[in-house]
């Protein structure tokens, strides 16, 4: 039997039906794909500004710190230059 032109415009038609479904039915699968990395990308994105805000937290503490060391600073020289006590005695 001899493939007419009706046959091939009929094969055609089905490659193209076959190949269009292929295409949207691997689409849903990225779709899945991407809302599965996107659900990730958020979780990571709340850790890292949970993260930042702990560093700026630790980063105002080392500076509240270096103050009070350098307010005391002044009386621990003062304390080192003082001349020596002699015991009682």
Known sequence: MFMTKQHLVMARTLGVALVATLGL??????????????????????????????AESANQSAQQANQRLDQIEGRVQQLEAAPGRKPRG
Do not use: G
């Open 25 to 54: 039915a691997s689409c849903a699968t990225y779709k899945e794909d991407f809302a599965r990395i996107n659900s990730r990308l958020d979780q990571l994105d709340t850790k890292v500004q949970s993260a930042a805000q702990s």
